[in-house]
């Protein structure tokens, strides 16, 4: 392994002259907000290393010039956790990024498909997963334990030139540019303390209810980042939901709820979140948040989604693309209640001319669904 900042700068040296670099990384975060880097693996067409982040005085500098590197595709496997590590580290997005998970599906090799099954498929080798639990934060590691970790990127290359060409031959390389726009976004990773209430279960309405949820949520969040713990180890979702309904205004009306541990009204966050929930009533009810309103579903929209649905199934035969890419079934339901109205990824960009426009035909009545020798097939009328 990679111990030193000089012998890292090399490598990286080295790494930087190739056209692409593969990339995985090992981390923890069951105890933490934020994941704590244990391994960084890469590999180039000539050259496979191992870093060791936790090394006494390496200096990680090198990698994250490599990761800024524009003139080198940075190639990684379901790369969101990855990318959020080197956003968190180095406070950057890895640019230009190439996902195999994403461009498998756009290639036709089904929904999410894991970096085993990829690499079953595209090389006959099955992986060894034994090693998959492992501690990385413990030293020293076995051999068999970086030959476990070093496999997820060694052969990522031939996965990943598998699937470039994939791309190329088919024309689609530009619908995968489109997709790691999302994942080259700062947005993506960068989420606002004020905007976290929106990744819980909409499970309330009221827009009182709502404006307490988002305030003590924005609370909980930035509790989570300054002591760097589990979101879960401040303040549990369904305390959250409770205490929006209840709406507890001092110390006496928080202790009576039941998701709120015995004792904890006293306390110091106990203090916070009635100030939180104060503020958030406080506030004039213009700046209150609102609960998404789904259109009124047209009558017969429920059969219109189940027709969509079918026409998206053999959208997606005949194109070689997951299904999963092309729509969703919210994106459905869209657009059988508002038509071209629908704002959805659906109607977007490639998804649209491979989909969306025959998807708003079949519900304008303007194509077919039909049975031609035990097959479905859809027709323009």
């Known amino acids: 392994m ?30 933490t907000f934020w994941p704590e880097l244990c391994l960084i693996q890469m590999a180039s067409p000539d050259l ?7 090394a006494k005085g390496i200096d990680l500098a090198p990698f994250f010039a490599l990761m800024a590197d524009t003139n080198v595709v940075k190639v990684f496997h379901a790369a969101r956790q990855d990318i959020e590590i080197v956003f968190h580290l180095g406070n950057l997005i890895p640019h ?6 994403v461009a498998a599906m756009v290639c036709g090799f089904g929904d999410s498909v894991s970096y085993d099954q990829l ?29 476990y970790a070093l496999a997820d990127v060694t052969h990522l290359r031939d996965v990943y030139l598998k699937l470039k060409a994939e791309l190329e031959r088919e024309g689609r390389a530009g619908w995968l540019t489109e997709e790691m726009a999302v994942l080259e976004s700062r947005e993506t990773y ?10 819980l279960k909409m499970r309330l309405k009221k827009p009182q209810e709502l404006a307490v949820m988002r305030s003590v949520t924005a609370w909980r969040e930035r509790e989570a980042r300054n002591r760097n713990v589990p979101r879960s180890r401040v ?28 004792g904890w009204e006293r306390s110091s966050s106990g203090t916070a979140i009635i100030d939180a929930v104060n503020a958030a009533l406080a506030l004039p009810k213009s700046e209150w948040p609102q609960a998404h309103r789904h259109s009124h579903a047209p009558e017969g929209a429920a059969a219109a989604v189940e027709l969509l649905k079918v026409l998206l ?39 649209r001319e491979l989909f969306g426009d025959a998807a708003l035909k079949l519900i304008e009545g303007h194509v077919a669904l039909r049975f031609v020798g035990k097959k479905v097939e859809a027709v323009e009328l």
């Open 119 to 147: 690499v079953q498929k595209v090389k006959g080798v099955a992986l060894d997963k034994s090693s998959r639990f492992t501690d990385w934060s413990r030293r020293p590691l076995s051999e068999k334990q970086l030959d």
């Open 313 to 351: 199934r053999l959208t997606s035969e005949k194109h070689g693309v997951a299904a999963k890419m092309i729509a969703n079934s919210e994106d459905l339901d869209k657009i059988a209640a508002d038509g071209e109205a629908a704002d959805v990824p659906a109607m977007h960009g490639w998804r």
């Open 235 to 262: 303040l549990k979702d369904d305390a959250i939901y409770e205490i929006a309904q209840q709406q507890p205004k001092d110390s006496e009306a928080l202790g009576r709820l039941r998701t709120v541990p015995k």
């Open 96 to 101: 230009p990024i190439f996902d195999t998970q």
């Open 2 to 31: 990679i111990e030193t900042t000089a012998a890292l700068e090399e490598a990286c040296r080295q790494l930087a002259q190739s056209e692409f670099v593969t990339i995985d990384t090992e981390f923890l975060r069951e105890t």
């Open 48 to 54: 496979e290393v191992i870093v060791d982040p936790l």
């Open 190 to 199: 960068d989420l606002h303390p004020d905007d976290a209430w929106q990744r």
